[in-house]
Structure formats: structure tokens, C-alpha cells
Nanobody, 124 residues
């Protein structure tokens, strides 16, 4: 499956942005999907995941501000980001896994497919 992330951009602190990840090649309905992000000079970190069951999981930094969703008919996963902070500035990557156990959702090695990333910049 090929993943294409889009929707990044420049936003002021406190603002909102929605990034999207559209898949091609296969339907995402059988994949667990996730968003990771990587800030300059830092490791790639987990942001949020949504399983095939539609159960959602969030990093502590994202809880209450970000919402992940999926539209299997459109083969797309979304990450709605509200109350953005400068520390949210990063390249956001979407990822897909055909099989990942609950305890491994937050680990990038659990995902077999990755998109190219979309840059989100939050100005103070």
C-alpha cells in the first residue's frame, strides 16, 4: 500500500490544521493506521493511532487536542489538530500496519508502510 500525506502548512499557535493520509494500491480497511512526527534533531515519535476496529490511541501530548479518524470509503485517514503549539512543529508521517498488537501501537517498527510526510509549522 502506498501512502500520501498532505495538508501540512504554517499556522499560528492556538490554531487548527487537519492533515490527511490517502492510500492507494490497497484498501486501508484491513490496516491499522497511525500518525508519527519528527521534529528537527529529534527521533520520530508516536502521535496517534486508529485500529481497524476504530479504537483510537493518543500520545499524552496529543490527548484532548488531536483527533484521529478514518474514512475507509475514501481510503483516507485524518488527523485533526487543534490548539496547536510551537512544539507541535514537525514533519508528520502516516503509517500503516497489517497486524500490530495493542502494546506495540506506539512503536514505529510495528508499521510496514510509510508516507513521505507533510510539514506542520506552528509559529508563536
Amino acid at each position: 500500500v502506498q501512502l500520501q500525506a498532505s495538508g501540512g502548512g504554517l499556522v499560528q499557535a492556538g490554531g487548527s490544521l487537519r492533515v490527511s493520509c490517502t492510500a492507494s494500491g490497497r484498501t486501508i480497511s484491513t490496516y491499522h493506521m497511525a500518525w508519527f512526527r519528527q521534529a528537527p534533531g529529534k527521533e520520530r515519535e508516536f502521535v496517534s493511532a486508529i485500529r481497524t476496529s476504530r479504537s483510537t490511541h493518543y500520545a499524552e501530548s496529543a490527548k484532548g487536542r488531536f483527533t484521529i479518524s478514518r474514512d475507509n470509503a475514501k481510503n483516507t485517514v485524518y488527523l485533526q489538530m487543534n490548539s496547536l503549539k510551537p512544539e507541535d512543529t514537525a514533519v508528520y508521517y502516516c503509517a500503516a500496519s497489517a497486524r500490530v498488537i495493542l502494546s506495540s501501537l506506539r512503536f514505529k517498527d510495528a508499521y510496514q508502510y510509510w508516507g513521505q510526510g507533510t510539514l506542520v509549522t506552528v509559529s508563536s
